[in-house]
């Protein structure tokens, strides 16, 4: 026990002691160091936006950002080009910490392949709907002679009827074969004036009709967003009557003055019902 103590009080035990607490300062200092270090403790940077760059861009970007990628989906927007980014996570502007993985979702290159749906002796309302829930998007109607009115019966892209289960491309337009009847029937003249394109279109559709758009130039986008028809071939007449899937010319324009007023005395109270 004595010599314990007498130890303890010796140089030699102090200078070790010494020794131990600056090289244990100088371990918790590189230890605290090399910690903020690696996880960027207190440093956060706003996330990039990518989207727009197209896939074989993206390991030049990256090489200049603060940021890793992995593409983890792909979808079909036919409004962008393909191999494009169209979304991102963490989304743009977040605060995140140096080195974080963004995941990408990019534009795939074409657009995926469905069956066709068998739509025949469906009623023309039945096939728009299941067209629209299959991702296809309606063209024209065509007419034929035949005793079921507004029955389908067939499908047809191209002038080439589409057998049910043939593979085509999701959001393809494609074309209604109707039943126009034993005899060509007549259909009264609806009226279009002021319309905008969706009114227009479901009036139309709805008639049997088929749409021939006409546009004027347009100052803006958002011009031609917000145009209504001001003329329309064959003219709207209360007595006036067309054949089943005959086209009718639409003209539109965003100069409202252009637009004729219609007496609402002129107005048959179905048409104005549409």
Partial sequence: M?????????RSFW????LFGILLGVGFFTLVNYLRNYT??????????????????????????????????????????????????PEVGREV???RKVYLTINASSAPKIKVPDLRDRS??????????????LG???YVPNICVNCVLDLERDSLVLEPGTMIEKGSFVNLILGGGESSELIPIPLLIDRDWNEASRILKINGLNPVVIHEEYDSE???????????????????MVHLGSEVKIFFTS????IPKISVDTIPADTSAQ
């Fill in 124 to 137: 023309k309302r039945q096939a728009i709907a299941i067209l629209e829930t299959y991702g296809l998007q």
């Fill in 255 to 258: 100069d409202y003055n252009k």
């Fill in 97 to 99: 910490k140096q080195n």
């Fill in 15 to 18: 200078i070790s002691m010494i």
């Fill in 40 to 89: 960027f403790l207190n440093q956060t940077i706003l996330v990039e936006d990518f989207r727009g760059y197209h896939q074989s861009e993206l390991n030049g970007i990256f090489e200049e950002s603060s940021f890793r990628y992995e593409i983890v989906d792909s979808l079909y927007d036919a409004n962008e080009k393909g191999g494009v980014v169209l979304s991102q996570i």
């Fill in 2 to 10: 004595k010599g314990l103590i007498e130890f303890i009080k010796s």
């Fill in 140 to 142: 024209n109607f065509r």
């Fill in 222 to 240: 958002e011009d031609s967003m917000n145009a209504r028809i001001y003329n329309q071939i064959p003219a709207f007449d209360s007595l006036g």
